[in-house]
């Protein structure tokens, strides 16, 4: 079977210059190429609401919004473009047609402020949005901080995540433009289970390929996307030239997202039918993820509080820029100046410890060059129980905000999350998905500084999904055998050098 070179970007197409960006010349080159067409206008929201911000037994009534917001509009510095991986020219809207339709390729390249959220897609929404702000008071009593917790939720969805935010506009736009079928990749499998929840819903086949190791982990996420229509695959898998050539290599690997991203985009590249379909790093789908922290400034001005730091687990950064991309305008604006932390996994840490480079987005390199923090496309990041965060890099539109000094990150062991979750979950009573459980580590640690200084700041942290199907991993730590897994600089420099080594 021939390579297929296909491209997609999680990337801005919009660029300004900097000293860290491409050439003017290729700038010039992808400026103004295309724009949506409508204009500009302010947030709006929806005169309905169903669900609560809560703060214990007081309720306080929000509405969905019905604009997303685009970021990328008040950044002072663009980021920079996807490239080519041949060319190294900035990719352009009809490289990206095999793969998605053309509204999603519109919002990828947009550079307005907010973008209209289609009425069907706010229709579906209803079923779980708003989705409620909760103080942690009972968390505050046992840390006996001064410190105020509060945490919006997300698990409330059909798919128990944060991840049908996306999935629904996704499939939406696919239905509109007639696609038949569309693919896609999955680690802990929240991301598919979205996917195929909203396939059913619009009436469209959904196939996924889901990282092996969580394949393993997590029986019940692949019957949740089974049981809404999708086919299920372990990855990587005999049925693509990637995934076999993967496993040609190491017949017992534990697979990866960058691994899975290959077979399905090789699969979508093949098909007239069928799109591709993504779960986070891309700007599209953390625009749609915006949802959450326009909700949750809506909920905080109710209650009348401001937060003075927010925390959010990364992977690709979805959840992560969904909470915090508003309040990100709301501090540039000058209205408020939370500090904003990003918490990943020692064992896969792409901000703290990878490169700020331009590297492919997948294993096996079909992709466009993306600039973002990568730990190298053939890092391998070893099983831990956070499948949704084994991730070679990050979202390019959120390591751009690293580097402009807007956020900041750390990285913490599975064991210390674990031990949070264990915590949240006896004084909170909700059980949380792996990949929160680094948030909420990081927000009991800064609720017990404040217990050191008596500081009584408001902590705001994002709560993304339930763990409901993620029990086998409470149990390894319940019976004392979750090990934290030890960050292999050998293994990163190795990957590293397969990092193409080009000017950026």
């Known amino acids: 079977m021939a390579t297929h070179c296909v491209n997609f970007s999680a990337s801005s197409f919009h660029t300004k210059p900097s ?7 290729v700038e010039k080159k992808w400026l103004g190429f295309i724009t949506l067409d409508r204009k500009p206008r302010n947030l709006m929201l929806s005169k309905g609401c169903r669900a609560r911000a809560a703060l214990n037994a007081d309720t306080v009534p929000v509405e969905i919004p019905r604009q997303w917001y ?23 809207p009809e490289d990206l047609s095999p793969l998605f339709p053309d509204e999603l390729i519109k919002q990828e390249a947009s550079g307005e402020r907010y973008i209209d959220i289609p009425e069907e897609v706010r229709e579906i929404y209803k079923l779980w949005r708003p989705t409620p702000l909760i103080r942690a008071k009972r ?19 059909p798919a128990g995540s944060h991840k049908p935010n996306t ?5 939406y736009y696919n239905a509109k433009q007639g696609i038949k079928k569309v693919v896609t990749e999955t ?29 393993d982990q997590k029986p019940y996420r692949k019957l949740m996307m089974q049981t809404w229509g999708a086919k299920v695959h372990p990855s990587p898998s005999n049925i693509t030239e990637s995934g076999r050539k993967i496993l040609l290599m190491d017949p017992s690997t534990p697979g990866s997202l960058g691994i899975a991203i290959s077979e399905a985009v090789e699969v979508a590249a093949m ?16 625009l749609h993820q915006t949802v959450i922290g326009e909700e949750c400034l809506k909920q905080m001005e109710a209650i009348g509080e401001t937060p003075d730091l927010i925390i959010g687990c990364t992977g690709g950064g979805s959840n992560f820029a969904g909470l915090s991309f508003p309040f990100i305008r709301e501090k540039l604006n000058g209205k408020m100046s939370p500090l904003i932390r990003a918490v990943e996994p020692s064992a896969c840490p792409s901000l703290t410890q990878g ?8 294993t096996a390199g079909m992709t466009p060059l993306m600039k973002m923090h990568t730990l190298g496309h053939d890092f391998i990041p070893d099983p831990i129980h956070a499948g949704g965060l084994r991730y070679h890099g990050m979202a390019p539109l959120i390591s751009h905000v690293y580097e402009l000094g807007f956020m900041e990150a750390l990285a913490i062991p599975q064991t210390e999350c674990f031990r949070g979750a264990i915590q949240f979950a006896r004084s909170e009573g909700l059980i949380p998905a792996p990949e929160p459980t680094h948030a909420i580590a990081a927000t009991i640690r800064e609720a017990l500084k404040c217990k050191e200084t008596g500081e009584a700041k408001v902590i705001l942290t994002a709560m993304c999904g339930h ?13 004392g055998n979750l090990v934290d897994l030890s960050f292999d600089d050998e293994k990163l420099q190795a990957a590293l050098s397969s990092v193409p080594n080009m000017r950026s």
């Open 19 to 25: 000293s860290s960006g491409p050439s003017s010349n």
């Open 70 to 92: 685009n970021l990328i509009a008040d950044l002072p510095i663009k980021p920079p473009p996807p490239l080519h991986p041949k060319t190294f020219e900035p990719v352009k």
């Open 139 to 157: 968390l505050e009593k046992l840390l006996d901080t001064p410190a105020r917790i509060y945490y919006k939720y997300e698990g409330g969805s």
């Open 167 to 171: 999935a629904v506009p996704q499939v």
């Open 187 to 215: 680690g802990a499998g929240q991301w598919g289970c979205s996917l195929a929840f909203a396939s059913s819903l619009f009436g469209l086949d959904c196939e996924v390929w889901q990282v092996r190791a969580s394949y």
């Open 271 to 286: 098909n007239a039918d069928t799109k591709y379909c993504l779960g986070s790093v891309l700007n599209h789908v953390l």
């Open 355 to 362: 490169v700020y480079r331009y590297d492919y987005g997948d």
């Open 467 to 479: 763990g409901h199907f993620d029990l086998p991993a409470y149990d390894n730590y319940l019976q």
